[in-house]
């Protein structure tokens, strides 16, 4: 490997913080597991996609805030 993980984990960090809002003391914390599961495209889990319904209720939780 040519790029030291000191430079690779400093970009993720950056990737993270610019993607998921974390700030570095965040990124730091989480465990390798927990990144993958924010960035997988199915939350790192086999379950199925949010129903339409599903999406709206959401949204509205969110609205009321």
């Known amino acids: ?3 030291s993980f000191a430079l ?27 990144l993958a599961t924010v960035l997988s495209p199915d939350g790192g889990g086999e379950s199925a996609p949010l129903t339409r319904n599903e999406l709206e209720q959401l949204l509205e939780q969110d609205h009321d805030r």
């Not at 690779?8 to 390798?32: C, K, M, Q, V």
């Open 8 to 34: 690779i984990a400093g970009r993720l960090s950056g990737l993270a913080a610019r993607a998921l809002g974390w700030t570095p003391d965040i990124f730091w914390n989480a465990t390798p597991a927990e």
């Open 1 to 3: 490997m040519s790029q």
